[in-house]
């Protein structure tokens, strides 16, 4: 009701006698316009933040599961499958045994079974309640009736399953949960209360925090990156009045990433801050996946990427847009909440990710590139450089067996790096670089000239070493030269300089939390690709094993590592779980990695993705890899039995139409047999299209079986 009639009310009831009718009042003034006639209308203010949606996300359940599971509002199933019967065999069942209650209560109230069913009642009733129509006597003989028949339809519901009926055709099965339904919990159960600040006396920044949340002023990341800040407090690296200072007064904005960003400029996949998990898609329901798995969601996070990922398959089958992307998106999450640093390596245009969800971009070959690429990765030690970028040169040309290395390569490198970094105070450029492999008589004069004018002795032997090596047959330097000549290229003249003239970025960044984008030049420039893609992968390697701050995830992303495994990249990879990093490579076929090499490699990677497309011959170091499980095999022999008599047949009918089938006698043979979890043969024509087999490690050593993944889920 409105307020005029409201007044109207209560003049009435106030006053029964009727006022005399006086001077009409004056119309009400309209308000003013807020702007003049036909000009464009100012928008309508935006809704006041609503902090629900976060709230109901923060607030959904994620109990602890099997490796792989999206946690987010999952609900655990029993780890077997439970015997489910037949529709129309439970439906006839069902019905069945409500014919057969139905019948024996007719025969008990007609009387055809005698009236003994009734002698409790007549024992238990006075004499009194006998007289006819007393209303004790209709009572108690009623329920007396009413106690028989509960009796008799529960017996026939358990013969009938009907409770089975209910639970998968009745209200049960209609119902789904209503995310972030019911009332908020207690606050010392509430994530949203911050009830670790509040149990340490921060009970001010947990007011602010939770008021943020309310209010629709916090994020996923902002939660994220705060509780990473309190893990900073309760290991000791930050003070308690420091987090709170910067809690009350930046809010849900406090301790924020260097960036300055909040979050992403766009999302593609699913993720969940809270576990660290990205959801790359659903696990088939399959017989060759386990029951706890099937129609589950599938995801990933740093305690699976810290075992590294291989993924397998044919241009098109989803590496780069079902995996690679959705992985990249989730590490620059983690790094933006302060956990994570990621580096994602890949051609350009390949669809890894906007330029401005990145820190740093480095565009090898694009003269418009902010960022330039160090070619010796930020180290002054001229053995270390040596070795990073003896591997980067000719790390495809050792022997490909595990225990080969480069070591003559390194061992050449230094006794170049080693003399022109103690002359010139820096290391050499790539066309520098280039002349002294050669053994070009002006550059190693000029070198031996400033050698002997510091009185470097020992450097003067390198030197003297190396100039004596270049005259025999077996030199290394020459294969040196020819692979630094495909970086000494007009496309990369302004690259990999060393007189401090550009913005070298370097792996040693990665105790921080950054995002960095390198774009290879793949067009016209394979080798070179190839080249750099193993000098990342080296200086990768090299640089989180020396890291202090292990609790930083990093994470190398190479989208095409065609080219770049070698023993010593295997050797480096079996050492970044212990380092708290890990790298995520995907490859067109096992093919681009010497034989030698690929049962090492799979060895060494704990998550491993055959994507459908795979060539048989692939699948069979999969196959290997995987190995075989002892299963429950089943023969059954079906024999048709002939009914001999009207009554059987009569009853062999019934039994049809009950059943659906004709009756036969089963004779069952079960065995224990050994088999493949995954033959090659399946792998190769049995995997459906964006599909894909994947095979799970968790750093804590948890292992998931081999699973058939809708990665389109």
């Known amino acids: 009701m409105d307020s005029d009639g409201i007044r109207d009310a209560r003049g009435t009831h106030a006053s029964p006698v009727p006022r005399p009718a006086g001077p009409p009042e004056a119309p009400a003034v309209p308000p003013r316009p807020a702007q003049a006639p036909g000009a464009p209308q100012a928008p309508a203010a935006p809704p006041p933040p609503d902090g629900s949606a976060f709230l109901a996300w923060l607030r959904t359940p994620r109990p602890e599961s099997l490796p792989g599971v999206w946690r987010f509002g999952h609900r655990p199933r029993p780890e077997e499958e439970p015997e489910r019967i037949p529709a129309r065999q439970l439906l006839s069942g069902a019905l069945i045994a409500f014919l057969v209650g139905w019948l024996i209560w007719s025969l008990l109230w007609n009387g055809y079974l005698g009236g003994w069913w009734l002698l409790p009642l007549y024992a238990m009733i006075p004499d009194s309640w006998a007289e006819p129509h007393s209303f004790g006597a209709v009572v108690a003989v009623y329920a007396y009736y009413a106690l028989v028949a509960g009796i008799i339809m529960v017996g026939v519901g358990r013969l009938g399953r009907w409770g089975e009926i209910w639970s998968r055709y009745g209200p049960p099965a209609w119902r789904r949960a209503a995310p972030g339904g019911g009332p908020p919990p207690a606050p010392e159960e509430d994530p949203a209360a911050w009830p670790a600040l509040r149990a340490a006396g921060a009970v001010d920044a947990a007011e602010r925090l939770a008021a943020d949340a309310r209010s629709g ?40 990433h260097p960036s300055g960003a909040r979050d992403l400029p766009s999302r593609q996949a699913r993720h969940d801050l809270v576990t660290g998990q990205v959801r790359i898609g659903t696990t088939a329901d399959d017989p060759r996946n386990p029951y706890a798995y099937r129609g589950t969601g599938l995801a990933l996070g740093p305690e699976l990427l810290g075992t590294s990922l291989l993924a397998v398959g044919p241009a098109g089958s989803g590496k780069t847009g079902a995996v690679v992307r959705p992985l990249a998106e989730s590490l620059c999450l983690h790094a933006l909440a302060g956990r994570a640093a990621v580096v994602v390596v890949g051609a350009a245009g390949a669809g890894i990710g906007q330029a401005d969800a990145y820190d740093v971009v480095v565009r090898v070959g694009n003269p418009d590139s902010v960022y330039d690429l160090d070619l010796y990765g930020g180290t002054t030690d001229p053995d270390e450089a040596a070795a990073v970028l003896a591997e980067a040169l000719v790390g495809d040309l050792a022997d490909p067996h595990p225990g080969s290395d480069s070591r003559r390569s390194t061992t050449v490198l230094a006794q170049l790096l080693g003399p022109f970094r103690a002359v010139h105070g820096r290391f050499p450029g790539v066309p520098e670089l280039r002349q002294l492999l050669d053994g070009a008589p002006g550059p190693l004069a000029e070198l031996r000239r400033g050698l002997q004018e510091t009185g470097q002795e020992s ?50 960044a990665l105790d921080h939390p950054v995002r960095v984008r390198i774009d290879l030049p793949e067009r016209g420039h394979a080798d070179a690709s190839r080249i750099l893609a193993r000098l990342v992968l080296a200086q990768f390697t090299a640089s989180v094993s020396v890291r202090e701050d292990r609790s930083l995830f990093a994470c190398l992303v190479l989208d095409d590592a065609s080219g770049v495994i070698t023993p010593e990249a295997v050797r480096g990879v079996q050492r970044l779980r212990s380092a708290g ?27 491993r993705m055959a994507l459908s497309g795979l060539t048989p011959w692939d699948g069979q170091d999969f196959a290997e890899v995987w190995g075989k499980e002892w299963t429950e095999a089943r023969d059954v022999t079906d024999r048709q039995i002939i009914a001999e008599t009207p009554a059987g047949k009569a009853v062999h009918m019934l039994r049809r139409v009950i059943t659906g089938k004709a009756p036969t006698a089963r004779a069952v043979t079960v065995r224990q047999v050994e088999r493949e979890r995954w033959s090659a043969s399946e792998l190769a024509h049995a995997v459906p299209a964006g599909h894909a087999v994947l095979s799970l490690t968790t750093v804590g050593g948890e292992h998931a079986p081999p699973l058939l993944v809708d990665l389109r889920g």
């Open 459 to 508: 450097l003067l032997r390198e030197l003297d070493a190396r100039e004596r090596q270049m005259g025999h047959p077996g030199d290394v330097g020459g294969v040196l030269a020819d692979r630094v000549a495909l970086l000494d290229r007009p496309a990369f003249a302004s690259f990999f300089d060393t007189s401090g003239q550009s913005r070298p970025f370097s792996l040693k």
């Open 217 to 256: 002023l916090m994020r996923d990341v902002d939660h994220a990156r705060i509780a990473r800040a309190w893990q900073g407090v309760v290991r000791g690296r930050h003070s308690l009045a420091t987090f709170t200072g910067a809690v009350l007064r930046h809010g849900a904005g406090a301790c924020p």
């Open 581 to 607: 990093a890990g790298v995520v490579l995907t490859l067109r076929t096992l093919d681009d990695v010497p034989r030698p090499l690929r049962g090492p490699l799979l060895g060494a990677i704990g998550c």
